[in-house]
């Protein structure tokens, strides 16, 4: 499972610190007065509604919002147990089960708007691991069908207790004021009345459900996503997830709306192929997407501005050092990713023109040489191929040199990579050494 | 099960199989989410540094080099056997499981009487670390028994009449070693650690596969595919390359 999810640590500590810095009260954070349009006397656990459409929708907005990503884990569906690690203990995702003991089935449908909108559980303020900042963004209309959708889950009796992992003083969930005072912005979707309706279905998917700026965002030093390089790329620690603004070199600039919708339906637009925490997302979430709600992120996408990132200085691949790379290349990779790097449409990503692999973090593409990668399993494609690792037969020069070429091979011109780099993303994913030969 | 109660109760098990469950094998489901290679997947390289773990007399050594290097002498066309290697390569192969015979089935004979015919090939109850033990012992004692000297110290040509009489099966060695098997032995392993990997300590730096041109661990030919009846000189690949 990737570890993408520890920015939870940067946010749950920050959380405190910033809480104590503040030493505060948040009134306009802490205003729930949007969840007053939810039912507030009838429990979970007493209620199964029999609205199917309702149901079917409160379906589909559980996959935008990839709910079980979090919450599905061995211990039965929504039925929690995913443990976040962070430097200061480790944190659980709930049970979000209509179990009235151990699940959430004693919460209201107001209660449960709080949760997800808000960031106030049953025990006390969340920790903004539990994405609530974009959930905040979520309709009342789908917060209603969503509600629908949760009493139809099996109850499931699996006590959690999701701070108890967490050491003092980051166990307690006051805390949490601070960091939502400082970060947390309190406001429904504003439907932008100079856009068409398919720019502002994707607005609303990009910052609520699909939570993507989560990732995509680079984020503070406080653990909150930078709003002034809104999606313009987010390092999550082993994984990199690229810039998806307009930009031309490392962005979505030379993508059509209709790539993106590809890559988001299938797990790949024919040059790219999902990796890591994105090949989840797509599994789980947003291959589920209709078209058109595909269709609408990628309109809104390609609409933002193009980032200041520029390509790295040309880096010139047909020097004699770089022969001996050139031929580690053709035995090891052109079985796949192709003699001229093009891949194989929809199955191995291209290297050409791949510009999701030009950024100067080259994180992704030292992770998948350390520890192999396994493509998106979706309906349209099945294969979900893997990239077999690396690190066993090739040192951190070597994995450097190869990167180094492609990343300047066929056209494409970026930043070479570092030996200390993947020196230390070896150490960090505990890959193994290079086999000692005689 | 023992190896030949297996083929015996072989034909048994056709004609009865229709009772036998299918639903004994393992049924996988999906597909590996992982694709890092896990430690029983790995090659294992051999390792200098501890220096000789099986071959530790030194007049071991040069038996086995004296022998090898007639096999695979030093000519134009690349070096001999010793010097490529194929002592370390045997060594570290007879100090592991190749040398344990843990592939191998060790136990007697179920009926000796005529177990090679029904086999179709000598069989063996020693693991190939104790047939070297006493191989060794007995060509040391051959040599000294008709020449009066040290096996290594014999001429070359005098070496290729006992190795082409113990092909022949026209000499036995002393305590019960069959000659003709222990030629085979040799002959074998001098071979695979001449064209081995050079990971496993033979084939320094590829000079067997230079040799008969052997492009080595490549992954993919497709790019070659076409250019049939040129030499390609392709450069041989390690599996593990040193740089």
């Not at chain 1, 499972?1 to 503040?22: D, E, L, P, R, S």
């Not at chain 1, 040489?369 to 690792?389: C, E, K, N, S, V």
């Not at chain 2, 690349?78 to 002592?87: I, K, Q, T, Y």
């Amino acid at each position: 499972m990737a570890n993408w999810k520890k920015i939870g640590a940067g946010i749950a500590v920050i959380a405190v610190v910033a809480a104590i810095g503040a030493g505060g009260w948040a009134w306009h954070s802490l205003n729930t007065v949007a969840s007053n349009v939810a039912d507030d006397t009838t429990r979970l656990a007493d209620f199964k509604s029999t609205d199917q459409a309702a149901i079917e929708r409160g379906e589909y907005v559980m996959r935008l919002g990839d709910c079980s990503a979090c919450h599905t884990r061995e211990n039965g569906k929504f039925a929690g147990g995913y443990e976040i690690g962070t430097p200061f203990g480790t944190l659980v995702s709930s049970n979000i089960t209509p179990d009235a003991g151990t699940g959430i089935g004693s919460m209201t449908e107001r209660d449960f708007f709080n949760a997800v909108r808000q960031g106030i559980g049953q025990h006390g303020m969340l920790y903004p691991a539990m994405p609530f900042t974009a959930y905040r963004k979520f309709s009342d209309q789908d917060m209603h069908d969503l509600w629908a959708y949760m009493s139809t889950v099996t109850p499931v009796k699996h006590d959690i207790d999701e701070n108890a992992g967490m050491k003092f003083p980051y166990n307690i969930r006051l805390a949490m004021a601070g960091w939502d005072m400082l970060f947390f912005d309190n406001s429904g979707f504003r439907v932008d009345g100079s856009k068409d309706d398919a720019w502002n279905r994707g607005k609303y998917i990009v910052d609520g459900g699909g939570h993507c700026a989560a990732c995509h965002s680079p984020r503070n030093m406080l653990g909150a996503e930078m709003g002034s390089a809104y999606l313009q790329g987010g390092n999550l620690g082993e994984w990199f997830a690229p810039d998806l603004t307009s930009n031309p070199h490392a962005g979505l600039g030379t993508a059509s709306a209709q790539d993106i919708a590809n890559y988001l339906q299938t797990g790949s637009d024919g040059v790219a192929v999902a990796a890591g925490p994105m090949a989840e997302a797509v599994e789980h979430s947003t291959q589920y997407f209709s078209k058109a709600d595909a269709l609408a992120v990628g309109t809104y996408l390609k609409s933002l501005p193009a980032s200041a990132t520029q390509p790295g200085p040309v880096q010139p691949v047909d020097t004699p050092a770089m022969q001996k790379v050139a031929l580690a290349y053709e035995v090891n990779c052109s079985a796949c990713h192709g003699l001229g790097g093009e891949g194989i449409e929809g199955m191995v990503p291209a290297f050409k023109a791949n510009h999701g692999l030009l950024s100067s973090d080259a994180t992704n593409m030292i992770h998948a040489m350390l520890q192999g990668a396994r493509a998106a399993h979706t309906h349209d494609r099945q294969t979900a191929a893997g990239m077999p690792a690396f690190d066993w037969k090739m040192d951190d020069r070597q994995i450097a040199d190869l990167l180094t070429f492609v990343r300047n091979s066929w056209g494409n011109t970026a930043t070479p990579v570092a030996a200390s780099d993947v020196g230390r993303l070896r150490e960090f994913l505990k890959a193994s050494k290079k086999m000692a030969t005689p | 099960m023992k190896r030949r109660d297996l083929l015996r109760s072989f034909g048994a098990a056709m004609t009865t199989s229709a009772l036998v469950s299918p639903a004994a094998a393992a049924e996988l489901k999906g597909f590996p989410e992982q694709t890092a290679m896990s430690a029983d997947h790995l090659p294992r390289p051999a390792m200098k540094g501890g220096g000789f773990q099986v071959f530790t007399q030194e007049n071991d050594r040069k038996i086995l080099a004296a022998v090898f290097d007639r096999l695979i002498p030093s000519d134009k066309f690349g070096p001999s056997a010793s010097e490529a290697g194929c002592l370390e390569f045997l060594d570290d192969q007879l100090a592991g499981r190749y040398g344990e015979g843990r592939a191998l089935y060790l136990e007697g004979p179920v009926r000796p009487e005529n177990e090679e015919a029904i086999m179709g090939s000598p069989q063996f109850t020693q693991t190939p670390r104790q047939r070297y033990e006493d191989g060794l012992k007995a060509l040391e004692a051959y040599a000294k028994a008709t020449d009066g000297v040290a096996f290594h110290a014999l001429s070359p040509g005098r070496i290729d009449e006992i190795l082409s009489g113990l092909e022949e099966g026209k000499i036995e060695l002393p305590n019960g070693v069959k000659g003709k098997w222990f030629f085979e032995l040799m002959l074998q392993n001098a071979r695979e650690g001449y064209l081995a990997d050079p990971l496993y300590g033979g084939n320094r730096d590829m000079a067997g596969w230079k040799m008969i041109g052997f492009p080595g661990a490549r992954y993919d030919y497709r790019p070659y595919i076409e250019r049939q009846g040129e030499n390609l000189k392709l450069e041989p690949v390690s599996l593990i390359p040193k740089d």
